[in-house]
C-alpha cells in the first residue's frame, strides 16, 4: 500500500469538491507521469448533503479505487469534516475551512485550517473558486504533483472567459499554503 | 366499359382454396350476382354482374376476382 | 361513402393484381371467415400499389395480435416483433434508414393497450411513419378480452356483465399528441379506406388511419351478431359518416357515429428532417 | 502523439469511446442512474460522426428502437442500470430468437427495486442471464478497469455482430462513476468486426439459413426482403410449428454461442500457479482482489486471483481446473452471492466454496478480502 | 391571475399551518434552493385542507423522480412506487377501497414518458384520481435530460443541440384520453392553484392538473435562467395565461402563452360507481 | 353431497376456484396464452363475491394495480405467461422489497421471445428466481395435477400473506389447458391465511417494525398512516443510505424466506428408499417421470422420483441427501437445463446428474425418461 | 399401462371436437365412476388448421395426460386422420367421416367409416352436431362409458334450447355404432 | 386587516434552517421588505409589510411565515 497516495476532498454538493479531484488526478496522470484513479460518492439523491471526491496516486497500477488510508483531506464544511476525517491516517494532513469547521476532530493528524471560503470572496469577489483555491493548497502541501501540472490541469478544465480568475485563486492557494506550512 | 361489353359477360374466379365462405361477396354484390354453395361462394346469374369489383373488393381472402 | 353507389364510382375494369405483393404460398392466411383484416391488408396494397413505392423500400413492421400477422403475407421488409413495440422498432428503422418507407400495422389492443405509450409518443416526435390501427374492438389473438376501443356495454370473455371502460377515440389521441395526418376508415369502404391509406403514405410526418373493421369469432358472436355482414352494416356502413357529408347532417344524424376521411391534416418538420437539419448541423459546426 | 489522446475518462465515458471506436452508429435509451452518462455522451458524440441519437419515451422502447437500427444495418447499443435492464428483459429475448445483433450496458446499482440508485452492486449477474422467458444465448463481460471498459465495449460489438446475438456488458457503479487514465486507440489498433452481409442472390437468401451456424444478416433496405418473427421460425424467417425445425433452431441459438465458447472466454489469472486459495470475482471487487492477493503474498500466503471478463457462458472450463487444485475458492461479490452459486456447481464438492458478500451499498475493500482468506490458511 | 394584485385578493390573516399535514422531522425536503415543488406540495396542502379530508383517507402516491418524492413529507397513506407506475398502483388501492381519495403527484417524465401509457388508461378510465403532474420541462432526479414537455430546441443534457422533440400538450392529451376535468395552473399563481386543485380533488372521476414549476438547478441552468424567481417570471407568469382572461385578449397577446385554469369539466360516469353498479349487480343478478 | 361439488376443470379454473377459496379478492392483469382463462374465470366469477377486477393496459399496469390492491388490504392475484412475466418483474422486485402480499401465476409457454405460444414448456423456473435486478426472496411452487393447482394456490395465498412477500405458481401450458375431475373443497377444509395486522396504536406504527422478522401490514386506510418505498428504508419505511440499516434490511428479507424454508418446502417423494436412480423433476413433466418410475419397477429397476411442489426455494436438503446415495439424477425439463443445474450444484458430484431437455413444444414422454433412466443400470 | 383407455376425437378447429373431449370426460369422472383426464393441442394461433382432444380414462390414477396407444380415434377430415393416426395401438379402433376422409390409413387397427356430418345435416339439419353424434358412436364402440353417462353429460354441457337437439343426436349416434359393431 | 392593525406590525419569522436562499420570497415581496443575508432571507424593512403572505406562499421550503 506504501506507493499510494491518497487525497479525498470534501464538502457538501456544489461545492465543486469533485471537480478539485478530477483536476487533482488529471495533473497527476495527464499532465504529471503518474497513475491517478478518481472516485466519488454521492447520497441517493445525487445532490445536497455532504459529497465527497477521492484521488489515489501511484507510481504503478491502482487497483483498489477508495481511500484504504488517507494523506491528505480537505473538509469544507463541518458535516464532512465529521463524517469522512475516520480515514486519515496517523501523520496525515487534516486541511478545513477555519469559518466552516469549528469542532476540530482528534486524532494522529496534523490540522491546518484556513478561510478557504471568505479567501475566495473577499480576494477574488466568487466563492465558486474556493475549490481552486483547496486546491492550490492541497498540491502544495502535500508535493505529491508539481504545481505546473494542477495549473495545466486547472486551465484545461475552465472556460476560457475565467481562466484568470481561476489562475489567480490557484495562486493564492499555492501561496496560502505556503504560508501554513 | 365500353357498351360493346354489354354484350360480353364477365369471367368471375372464385379460388375454392381460398375461400372461407363469409358469404361477404354475396351479400354485398348489387346486383345478386352470387350465391354461397356450401361453404364456398359461387356465381348464380352472371347475365347481371356489372363489374363493379366489390366482391373481389371486400372479399377477405384474395378468394374472389372479376375479370371483364 | 356510405352508399354502395359512391363506391361504384371508383369501379375497376381488371382486378388488381395483389400477387405483385404477396408472398408466394402464403395464402390462405390464418384470419378467420369474415375476419376484415383481410380486406383491409388489400386496401393497404391497393394503396401502396397507387403510390408508386418501391418494395426493396417499404418497411411494415408489426406488434402481436390477429392483424399484426399482416406483415407475413406481404413481399417487403417485415418485421413481426413484440405485442406493442411495433411503433419503437419502426422508429429504430426510421431514424436509422429514413430513406425507407415505414408502414406499422397494428391492433386496437396491440396499438392502443400495451403499446399505447409508444403510440402517444411516436405521434408527438411527428417521425415519419404510418400507422394502420385494424380497429376490432377486440383482443382477437387472445380470444375475445374487451379491448381499448370496445364500446360500453359489450360483452367480451373479460367483461360478461358488461364493458364499463369508455373507448379511446383514436383519433382524437394522435391528434393531441401530435400526428400531422390523421384519419378513418373501415373495412366497408374499402375504396375510400384505400384513397386514405394513399393519402397516408405519402404524407410527411407521423400519419394515424383508425380503420374499424370486424371480429366475427369473437366481437361477433359474443355481442350477437349473426354475420361479419351485419357487423359491417351496422358498424362500419351505419356506425360512420364521412366527414364531408358529416359537414351537411344534422346533428341528429350524426350522434354515436365516428367520423371517417382525414379528420387532421396539419404540416410541421418531420422528426427525421430535424435530425439531420439542427442536430447534425449544429453538432458538426461545433466541432 | 499518443500522449495526447491520454485522457482521464470516467468508466461510462469510456464506454461510449469503446463503442464509437467499434463502429457503434445508433443509440436509443432512457436514461437511469448511474448509467446516465453514457447516454448523454452518445447523444453529443454521435451526430458529429453522422450517427443517430434518440432519447425514447422509455427503456422498452430505447432497446426495441435499438434493435430496429441495428436491423436496419447500423451497429447499436443501448444502456441502462437495474430496473431499466428488467424492463428491457422481454426485447432481450426477442433479439436472442430473431438473432439481431445489440451491445446492451448495464452499469449495476444497489437493488433489489428502487434500492440504492447511486450505490454500487454487482446483482445483476444473475438477470443477465436469466432475466427473460425461455431458454437464449447469454454472452456477458464483466470489465474491471476503467480503459477495461473501453475495450471490452469493443469486443462486446465485435462479438454481438460475429454471433448475431445481443451481448451485454455489465459493471457496477464504482467503474461507472469512477476517473482513471484512459489512451483512445487509434484507428487499427483493435480489430473491429461486421456482421457477415449475405453473398447470394436476393431470391436465395434466407435470414436464418441452415447451411450456416450464424446466416448473414443482410440490412433491411438493401434489396433483401425477408420476414423477422419472434415466433419459432424456419429458415426462411417465417413462423412454424414444426416440432423438429422448433428443436433445432432453439438449440443451434445456443449452439453458436456453446461451441465458441474458447473464443469468447476471456479470463485475467494472477499468481494462480502455486495458488492455495482463489478468489474468483469480476468488476471493482477484483479490484480489491488484487490488491488483496498482493498484501496476501507479502505475509507469505499463496493466494491468487482468476477474474472473468467473460462472466457468461461462465467460465467452466477455468473453474473446473482451479477447483481440483486448490484448497478453496473464495467469491468476493457485491451481492448475496450469485456467482457463488455457479462456482459452486462446477467445483463439483472438490475444494470448500465460499462467499463474500456485500450488499449495504458499500464496495468489498481489500481487507476484508485479506482476512476472508486467511481464514483458509 | 398574471398580476400580483390577484393574487393579493386571497391575503390571508394569519398564515397557514403545514404542520398539521407534514410528518415531523422530514424537513428540510431534498429539493434544490428554489426548486418549485416545494410551492407546489404547499399549495396541495392547502387545497386538502380546503377540502376537509380525512388524513386516514387520503393515498398520496407517486412514483419515481424529485417531484415524487413529495409523499415522503406528507402525514397521509404514502406509496412511493416505481418510475412511471403510480397511476395503476393508485388504480388498484382506489378500486380495492373506493372511499379513499386517492391522488397522484407525479413528475411530468413519470407521468408522460415512461407512464405515459398509464396516464391515457387512468384518464379514459375516468377513474376518481387526481393527478398532479409537476411539469418542470426535465428530469430532474436523473440530472436534466429532456423530457416529453420539455420546449422545441432547449439544451439539456441529451440535446445538447437543442431539442427537437415537440412537447406534449398535458391537458389536450387528458382530455382526448378521456380525463373529465383537466385544468392548468403554475407554481408562481399560488392561489391559483391551491384553488385549482381543490377543484381536482373535489371532482369526481380522473382529474389532471398540470402544473407549471420550475428546475432551477438543470433546466435552468442549461438554459440560461440566472434564478428560480426568472423562470418564475418567464416561464409561469409571462408563458402562461387564465383562460378566463384569455377570452378577451387579442390572439397575438395569446401567441406561445399555455392556458391555465380549469380547461375541460364534464360530468360522466365514474369507474368505481360502474363497477358497484354495473358489474355487481349484474354479477348477482345472473347468479 | 361430495359428488356434487365434482368437477371437471381446467388447470386455470381449478387455480381459479383455489385463490377465491383462499380469499383472492382483488385481481389485475393483462390477457396472454396459456394463461388467459384465469383472468376470465375471475372476471366472472369475483364480483359474486364482491372482489374486484380489472383489466389492465399492460401487464405492468396489472401487477401494479394488484399490489395496490393488496396494500389497500384485499388478498390479490395477477396472472400470465413467458413475456408478461418478463414485464412483470420490475414490479416483482418492488413487492419482495416492500414486502407487499401478492400471488403471481406463471402459465408457461415455448420460450424465448414470443415463442410457441400455445405449446408448453417449463423455461420459466430461472426466470422466476433471478427475473428482477438485486438480490431478493424467492418463494415458487409447481404442481403437477389440476386439483394440485387448486391446492397449491391456496398455499401460495398463504405463504404470500404470512411471509408478506410475492409468491409464484408455476405450471405449464399442459396443466393449464387439460382437464380433471376436482373435488372443490368444503369451507374449513384448508387452512386460510391472513396477513397479520397490527396490535400497536398507529402513533407506535411501523411498516417494517424491526421487533418482528415480518411485521404485521396495515392495510392503507385503516388509521395507519405510513410510508412506502422501493428505495433502501428504515423500518418506519423512509429512504436511508445508512449502510447499515440497507444490509441489515436486505438480509433480512432474504432470512424471512431462508430460516422458514423447511415449512415452505414441500416434496413428493416416489419409491425412494430404494433408488438407485431417482428422476427430480416438475409440473406435467413429473406424470411422465411417475408413469416411466411405475414401468420400470415393473421391469425390475430400481427408479424413484423426487418432486418438487416448492421449487423455490430450492428442495437442497432433499436433493443433497439423494444425491449421496443413488447413482444418477436424472433431470427431465421442458427447458434447455435449468433445475438441472440447480441440482449439480446441490449433489456436487455426489452422483451422476443428468439433464433431459425437451424445447420444441411437445411433452416430455414417459418412454423417453423410461430409456434414459435405463442407461444408468 | 393396462387400465389406461385412450380416446382421441381429431378434426379442425370449430367443429367442436374438444367439446366431445370435455363431455367423454365428464361422463367417465363426474357421471360414471371412473377417473379421466382430457387434454388437447392448438396449434400457435390456436384456431383453425387440425385439432385434437385427447380424453385417458382409467380405473386408477392417471399420470401421463396424454395418449400413448390409443384405444380408439375419431377423425373427422382428412388432414387429422393423417396427421394423428399414428399412435392408434394395433387392435385399436379408428372411425372416421366417410364424406371427409377418403384416404384410409393403413395400420393394425380397425377402421369404420360413416357419413357422420352427412347424417347430422340431414337427419337433423345441423352439422354442428356432428361432434354428438360421433360423441354417441364414441361410447358405444368402445363402451368405456355408460350411454347413460354420457347422456347425462350432454345434457349438463348443453343450454336448454337445444337439449333436444343434442338429445337426438346422441341416440342417432348409439344407434349408427351399433350397426356398425 | 382592521384599521387598528395599520399600526401593530407583523411578525416576519424566517427559519435558518430551512430557508435555501433562493431568494424568491425577496424577489417577490411587492413592497421590498425582506432581503438576502449571505443566503438566509431577512427582513430589511418590517414596516412595508401588507401582511400579503405572497413571501410565505412562494417559499418552496415552508422557511418563512407572517404573523398578524
Ligand atoms: C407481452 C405480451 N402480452 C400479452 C400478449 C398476448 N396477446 C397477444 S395478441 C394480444 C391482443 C391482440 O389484440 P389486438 O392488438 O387488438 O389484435 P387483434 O388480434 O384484435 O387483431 C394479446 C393480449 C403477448 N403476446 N405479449
Ligand atoms: C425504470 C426506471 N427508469 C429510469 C429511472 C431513472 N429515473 C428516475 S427519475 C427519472 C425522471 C424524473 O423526471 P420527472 O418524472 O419529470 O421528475 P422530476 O425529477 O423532474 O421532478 C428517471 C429517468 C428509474 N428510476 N426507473
Ligand atoms: S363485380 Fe359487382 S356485380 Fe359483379 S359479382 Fe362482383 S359485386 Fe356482384
Ligand atoms: S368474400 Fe371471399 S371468402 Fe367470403 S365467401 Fe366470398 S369469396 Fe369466399
Ligand atoms: S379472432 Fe377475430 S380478429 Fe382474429 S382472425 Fe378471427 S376474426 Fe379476425
Ligand atoms: S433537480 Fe430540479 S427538479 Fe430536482 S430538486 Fe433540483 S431543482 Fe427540483
Ligand atoms: S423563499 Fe424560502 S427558501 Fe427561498 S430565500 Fe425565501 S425563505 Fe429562504
Ligand atoms: S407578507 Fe407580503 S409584504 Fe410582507 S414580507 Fe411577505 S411578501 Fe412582503
Ligand atoms: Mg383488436
Ligand atoms: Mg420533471
Redesign the interface.
Known amino acids: 500500500m506504501s506507493d499510494r497516495y491518497e487525497i479525498r476532498f470534501s464538502g457538501s454538493g456544489g461545492q465543486g469538491m469533485i471537480l478539485a479531484g478530477i483536476i487533482m488526478a488529471e495533473a497527476a496522470a495527464i499532465y504529471g507521469d503518474k497513475n491517478a484513479v478518481q472516485s466519488q460518492s454521492y447520497g441517493p439523491e445525487s445532490r445536497g448533503g455532504a459529497s465527497k471526491a477521492e484521488v489515489i496516486i501511484s507510481d504503478g497500477p491502482i487497483d483498489y479505487p477508495k481511500a484504504t488510508a488517507i494523506d491528505c483531506m480537505l473538509a469544507m464544511t463541518q458535516e464532512a469534516c465529521t463524517k469522512y476525517h475516520g480515514d486519515i491516517k496517523s501523520g496525515g494532513i487534516l486541511l478545513v475551512d477555519s469559518e466552516e469547521v469549528k469542532t476540530i476532530p482528534q486524532g494522529a493528524f496534523k490540522v491546518l485550517s484556513f478561510p478557504i471560503i471568505g479567501t475566495a470572496r473577499e480576494a477574488l469577489g466568487k466563492t465558486i473558486v474556493a475549490n481552486i483555491i483547496s486546491l492550490g493548497m492541497i498540491a502544495e502541501l502535500t508535493g505529491v504533483v508539481t504545481n505546473e501540472a494542477v495549473e495545466k490541469a486547472v486551465l484545461s478544465r475552465v472556460p476560457p472567459a475565467f481562466l484568470d480568475l481561476n489562475k489567480k485563486a490557484l495562486q493564492i492557494g499555492f501561496e496560502s499554503a505556503r504560508k501554513l506550512k | 366499359m365500353t357498351e360493346s361489353a354489354a354484350k360480353k359477360l364477365p369471367r368471375i374466379v372464385v379460388n375454392e382454396k381460398l375461400c372461407k365462405g363469409c358469404s361477404i361477396c354475396v351479400d354485398f354484390c348489387p346486383t345478386d350476382v352470387l350465391e354461397m354453395k356450401g361453404s364456398i361462394a359461387a356465381v348464380k346469374n352472371l347475365e347481371a354482374c356489372t363489374r363493379c369489383q366489390l366482391c373481389d373488393l371486400r372479399c377477405p381472402d384474395f378468394a374472389i376476382q372479376v375479370f371483364d | 361513402m356510405s352508399t354502395?353507389v359512391a363506391?361504384?364510382k371508383e369501379?375497376?375494369?381488371?382486378?388488381?393484381d395483389?400477387n405483385k405483393y404477396?408472398?408466394p404460398n402464403?395464402?390462405?392466411?390464418?384470419?378467420?371467415?369474415?375476419?376484415?383484416?383481410?380486406?383491409v391488408l388489400?386496401?393497404m396494397l391497393r394503396a401502396i400499389d397507387k403510390a408508386g413505392l418501391d418494395?426493396?423500400?417499404i418497411?411494415l413492421?408489426s406488434g402481436?395480435g390477429c392483424s399484426s400477422r399482416t406483415?407475413?403475407y406481404v413481399?417487403?421488409?417485415?418485421?413481426?416483433?413484440?405485442?406493442?413495440?411495433a411503433?419503437?422498432?419502426?422508429?429504430?428503422?426510421?431514424?436509422?434508414?429514413p430513406?425507407?418507407k415505414v408502414i406499422v400495422v397494428t391492433g386496437d389492443g396491440d396499438a392502443l393497450?400495451?403499446?399505447?405509450?409508444?403510440f402517444?409518443?411516436a405521434c408527438?416526435?411527428?417521425i415519419d411513419i404510418t400507422v394502420l390501427v385494424f380497429t376490432n374492438a377486440t383482443?382477437g389473438?387472445?380470444?375475445g378480452?374487451?379491448s381499448?376501443t370496445t364500446p360500453l356495454?359489450s360483452i367480451a370473455?373479460?367483461?360478461?356483465?358488461?364493458n364499463?371502460?369508455?373507448?379511446?377515440?383514436t383519433c382524437?389521441?394522435a391528434?393531441?399528441?401530435?400526428a400531422t395526418f390523421v384519419a378513418r376508415g373501415t373495412?366497408?369502404h374499402?375504396?375510400e379506406l384505400e384513397k386514405t391509406i394513399h393519402e397516408a403514405i405519402t404524407h410527411k410526418g407521423t400519419s394515424v388511419v383508425d380503420i374499424i373493421d370486424a371480429c366475427?369469432?369473437y366481437f361477433g358472436r359474443a355481442n350477437k351478431f349473426k354475420?361479419?355482414?351485419q357487423m359491417?352494416e351496422e358498424i362500419e356502413k351505419d356506425g360512420t359518416v364521412n366527414v364531408k357529408q358529416a359537414a351537411s347532417l344534422p346533428p341528429e344524424k350524426l350522434a354515436g357515429k365516428m367520423l371517417r376521411g382525414v379528420l387532421h391534416k396539419v404540416e410541421?418538420p418531420e422528426?427525421c428532417e430535424?435530425?439531420e437539419t439542427?442536430?447534425?448541423e449544429?453538432?458538426?459546426a461545433?466541432? | 502523439m499518443a500522449e495526447k489522446k491520454k485522457k482521464l475518462l470516467q468508466g461510462n465515458e469510456a464506454c461510449v469511446e469503446g463503442a464509437l471506436y467499434a463502429g457503434c452508429r445508433f443509440y436509443a435509451g432512457y436514461p437511469i442512474t448511474p448509467s446516465t452518462e453514457i447516454m448523454e455522451g452518445m447523444s453529443v458524440r454521435l451526430p458529429k460522426l453522422g450517427g443517430k441519437f434518440i432519447q425514447m419515451e422509455d427503456e422498452i422502447g430505447g432497446i426495441a428502437a435499438a434493435l430496429g437500427g441495428s436491423l436496419a444495418g447500423l451497429k447499436s447499443m443501448t444502456a441502462t442500470s437495474g430496473p431499466g435492464f428488467s424492463l428491457k428483459q422481454e426485447c432481450i429475448g426477442y433479439a436472442c430468437l430473431t438473432e439481431i445483433p445489440l451491445v446492451i450496458v448495464d452499469v449495476m446499482r444497489g437493488g433489489p427495486s428502487t434500492g440504492y440508485p447511486t450505490g454500487p452492486s454487482q446483482s445483476d449477474i444473475m438477470q443477465a442471464k436469466w432475466g427473460t422467458h425461455g431458454d437464449h444465448p447469454v454472452i456477458a463481460l464483466t470489465p474491471s478497469t476503467v480503459p477495461e471498459i473501453l475495450t471490452e465495449t469493443i469486443r462486446a460489438f465485435n462479438l454481438a455482430e460475429q454471433f448475431r446475438t445481443p451481448v451485454m456488458v455489465l459493471y457496477d457503479e464504482i467503474l461507472g462513476h469512477m476517473r482513471e487514465p484512459v489512451t483512445i486507440p487509434n484507428p487499427g489498433e483493435f480489430a473491429v468486426e461486421d456482421r457477415a452481409k449475405p453473398e447470394v442472390k436476393p431470391e436465395d437468401y434466407y435470414p436464418y439459413d441452415d447451411k450456416f451456424l450464424i446466416a448473414p444478416l443482410a440490412p433491411f433496405g438493401s434489396g433483401y426482403r425477408f420476414h423477422v418473427t419472434g415466433l419459432n421460425h424456419k429458415q426462411d424467417g417465417f413462423p412454424t410449428n414444426d416440432s423438429k425445425v422448433i428443436r433445432e433452431n432453439n438449440l443451434r441459438i445456443m449452439r453458436k454461442v456453446d461451441i465458441n465458447r474458447e473464443t469468447i472466454w476471456k479470463n485475467e489469472e494472477v499468481m494462480l500457479d502455486d495458488a492455495e486459495v482463489v478468489i474468483f470475482t469480476v468488476g471493482s471487487t477484483a479490484r480489491s482482489a488484487r490488491f488483496a492477493v498482493n498484501e496476501l503474498r507479502k505475509v507469505g500466503v499463496k493466494a491468487g486471483l482468476l477474474r472473468p471478463l467473460t462472466i457468461w457462458p461462465f467460465p467452466d472450463r477455468a473453474v473446473a481446473e482451479i477447483s481440483s487444485r486448490v484448497k478453496a475458492i473464495i467469491v468476493p461479490e457485491l451481492n448475496l452471492g450469485q456467482m457463488t452459486l455457479e462456482v459452486e456447481r462446477v467445483a463439483k464438492g472438490r475444494c470448500a466454496v465460499e462467499g463474500l458478500y456485500r450488499v449495504d451499498g458499500e464496495p468489498i475493500t481489500p481487507s476484508q478480502i485479506f482476512h476472508e482468506v486467511r481464514k483458509y490458511l
Open positions: 354502395p363506391e361504384k369501379k375497376l375494369s381488371v382486378p388488381f395483389y404477396l408472398r402464403k395464402l390462405p392466411h390464418i384470419w378467420c371467415p369474415g375476419c376484415g383484416h383481410g380486406i388489400k386496401a418494395k426493396n423500400n418497411a413492421v402481436i406483415p407475413g413481399d417487403f421488409n417485415t418485421l413481426h416483433t413484440l405485442h406493442g413495440r411503433l419503437p422498432f419502426a422508429t429504430g428503422i426510421k431514424l436509422a434508414k430513406e425507407m393497450a400495451i403499446g399505447g405509450n409508444h402517444i409518443h408527438r416526435r411527428n383482443y389473438m387472445t380470444g378480452q374487451y381499448p356495454e370473455t373479460t367483461s360478461r356483465y358488461g364499463i371502460e369508455p373507448p379511446f377515440d382524437e389521441m391528434k393531441a399528441s401530435g373495412a366497408y374499402t375504396i366475427p369469432t354475420s361479419a355482414t359491417m410541421r422528426y430535424k435530425y439542427l442536430i447534425m449544429k453538432a458538426n461545433k466541432k
